[in-house]
């Protein structure tokens, strides 16, 4: 699987504001996900977006996808304090089943 | 219902020694994953069941490390002769094997080798 390239590497902005990330990739795609990861929570899948969707949404995240420039970005409205993590954009292509790969993430500290 | 469980949670050996770590997937998800992630450092992936066979090996970083399933459902990961570089977290993922893809996380295993 292909490797996507997050940012900003990282982010630090006022709770209750709302924090965009970005994702660049290489290769055509069939989907592309992303994770978050937390010292709480663990590493944990967010959302889905097929190649043939722009627009998703998922209660505060929403996710783009421009296919031409082959670029995703996250945003996620209204931050809390548990937004606090590092956040993975993960490209995946063919079958979908094989391992994912992982680029450095973008930070995200929510300041209270 | 249960999401990916490993165990140990830790695990403190001495070098030298063989240690085996446990997944358990979600039921009914086909394909297990094993990755490893040192302290700083990015996801490495490790290897990648689907059912009991696993056709992709190729991110086991040296014959020391092996892992099976069997049954379709827990796999155990095997570290033999651990070295001081094997200390990292240890994670399990599972997924049901279609075209999307999602892969849900266990906890993990923090191994350290003394």
């Known amino acids: 699987s292909q490797q996507g390239e997050e940012d900003p590497q990282a982010l630090s902005i006022q709770e209750g504001e709302n924090a965009t990330m970005n994702c660049s990739y290489k290769t055509s795609i069939n989907n592309l996900q992303w994770y978050r990861q937390n010292s709480g929570r663990g590493l944990v899948h967010l959302i889905l977006?097929?190649?043939?969707?722009r627009e998703k949404h998922s209660g505060r995240l929403r996710v783009t996808l421009d296919t031409s420039k082959k670029s995703s970005s996250l945003l996620i409205t209204a931050s809390r304090a548990a937004d606090t993590a590092s956040y993975f954009c993960?490209?995946?292509?063919?079958?979908?089943?094989?391992?994912?790969?992982f680029g450095k993430g973008t930070h995200l500290i929510i300041q209270p | 219902g249960a999401g990916v469980s490993q165990s140990p949670s830790n695990k403190v050996t001495e070098k030298g020694k063989d240690v085996e770590l446990r997944c358990d997937p979600i039921?009914?998800?086909?394909?297990l994953y094993w990755y490893r992630q040192s302290l700083g450092q990015g996801l490495e992936f490790l290897i990648y069941f689907q059912g009991n066979s696993a056709p992709d090996k190729s991110g086991l970083p040296s014959d020391r490390f092996s892992a099976e399933r069997t049954g379709g459902s827990v796999s155990t990961l095997t570290i033999q002769r651990t070295q001081q570089e094997d200390s990292a977290v240890y994670l399990c993922?599972?997924?049901?094997?279609?075209?999307?893809?999602?892969?849900?996380f266990g906890p993990g295993t923090r191994l350290t080798v003394t």
């Open positions: 977006i097929r190649s043939n969707e």
């Open positions: 993922a599972s997924s049901l094997g279609d075209s999307r893809g999602e892969q849900y």
């Open positions: 039921s009914g998800h086909t394909a």
């Open positions: 993960a490209p995946r292509s063919g079958g979908g089943a094989d391992g994912l790969t």
